[in-house]
């Protein structure tokens, strides 16, 4: 069997903390993963391969809460190569307290699917900030650094 044409990627898979040690054997558009302890190990395999994303985690500013930033995460991974440019859109971004653990503060972000999520909550500086608090949490750009 001729192997010049075959090209091996070895790469950790991430989709849980066993961490197997893939092997994933190229040939042309065909690919055979090996090494995987479970059929995660492959899909995860020939999706880097084919089309790599990633869950962003990071922080947003927030508008009047008892903390200055929110943990969130996009709802679902993004292509990897748009990374970046989410982090650097969300860096624009700030949103009103309170916010609740779980809520979708902006959906569809550069039009790539995914929503972001908070990860956990911020209450409001005070009562009746919370009860004058707009029913939708617009998102405002951030113009002068300034809050
Ligand atoms: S191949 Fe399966 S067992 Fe191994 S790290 Fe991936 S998900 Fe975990």
């Given at each position: 069997?001729?192997?010049?044409?075959?090209?091996?990627?070895?790469?950790?898979?991430?989709?849980?903390?066993?961490?197997?040690?893939?092997?994933?054997?190229?040939?042309?558009?065909?690919?055979?993963?090996s090494g995987n302890r479970c059929p995660r190990g492959e899909t995860y395999g020939i999706q880097e391969m084919t089309d790599p994303r990633r869950i962003i985690t990071t922080t947003v500013r927030v508008r009047g809460g008892v903390r200055p930033v929110v943990s969130v995460k996009t709802s679902q991974p993004v292509p990897k190569a748009k990374v970046f440019e989410v982090i650097r859109e969300l860096a624009q971004l700030e949103f009103n307290a309170p916010i609740q653990?779980?809520?979708?503060?902006?959906?569809?972000?550069l039009g790539l699917g995914a929503d972001i999520l908070a990860t956990r909550s911020v209450e409001a500086q005070g009562k009746n900030q919370t009860e004058s608090r707009a029913k939708t949490n617009a998102a405002f750009p951030v113009t002068n650094g300034i809050a």
């Open positions: 069997m001729d192997n010049s044409d075959l090209i091996i990627h070895e790469l950790i898979c991430i989709s849980c903390p066993m961490g197997c040690h893939l092997k994933i054997r190229q040939r042309e558009r065909s690919w055979l993963v653990a779980g809520e979708v503060l902006f959906s569809n972000l």
